[in-house]
């Protein structure tokens, strides 16, 4: 079909008014346009901060702070620090090994390739392998040798209400102390740019009521959490390297 040529249009009545009501009509609607757009990005923007925050990387910060709060009022130390592993070597093919551990008992850092089979010791494990279990997750109990047999029993009872991805054993350094320990990060940027995950320790002169509580919410936050990745399936008792 043929374009038809488009046909003038009669002049206005008054010059004037017209073709200023019609540009007042346009800007006014312009107006609504853009209030329109700039309330939905303020939407989208509350949307994806409320996401970040609840789903984002805000989990971690909460859990230090609400633990610190518990161990804090339970008369215990707490801190979480950066994993250091110089040189970005995890492995160090040695048991006797002087390690640059950033916490003691260590919560992160270098360790033996092999790590520890998954239990609860009265003798003391090399703490070089420890460390290996909590690369995989494992969220580990230490006492000093001066800690009561009493205690003792009462963390292997902590620790057999929930086995799978716990560890328990003696660690000279404390004496007569208690602490709890995890190693904790992302897998998918483990050991990229030099990122190696959090350490997490808390240190406690002695195991009380509020101590357990403190210690069951520590398990419950960290466990499973390890930087690698590894499965809690294959963090049950009796598991070890094959």
């Not at 990229?192 to 509580?213: L, S």
Request: aromatic share 10%.
């Amino acid at each position: 079909m043929a374009n038809k040529k488009p046909k003038t249009p009669p002049p206005p009545r008054r010059g004037v008014q017209a073709p200023q009501q019609r540009t007042d009509e346009i800007t006014n609607r312009q107006r609504v346009i853009l209030y329109g757009a700039g309330l939905s990005g303020i939407v989208i923007l509350v949307v994806v901060i409320a996401l970040f925050a609840i789903g984002g990387g805000s989990s971690k910060s909460t859990n230090d702070k609400n633990l610190a709060g518990l161990f804090t009022s339970a008369g215990c130390t707490f801190k979480t620090v950066n994993a250091s592993v110089p040189g970005g070597q995890t492995h160090v093919n040695s048991l006797t090994a002087k390690l640059p551990w950033n916490t003691d008992p260590p919560s992160n850092g270098q360790h033996y390739p092999l790590w520890a089979v998954w239990g609860f010791y009265t003798d003391p494990i090399n703490p070089r392998q420890v460390v290996h279990n909590e690369e995989h997750g494992g969220v580990i109990y230490w006492w000093g040798p001066k800690v009561p047999a009493a205690t003792v029993e009462r963390l292997r009872q902590l620790y057999q209400e929930q086995a799978t991805g716990t560890f328990g054993t003696p660690y000279a350094n404390l004496g007569s102390k208690v602490a709890i320990t995890a190693w904790t990060g992302n897998p998918s940027k483990y050991t990229r740019n030099g990122y190696f995950g959090q350490g997490h320790i808390a240190v406690c002169p002695a195991f009380t009521d509020k101590v357990e509580t403190a210690f069951k919410a520590f398990r419950d936050a960290y466990r499973g959490k390890g930087p690698e990745g590894i499965p809690l399936d294959l963090d049950k008792p009796g598991l070890g390297p094959q």
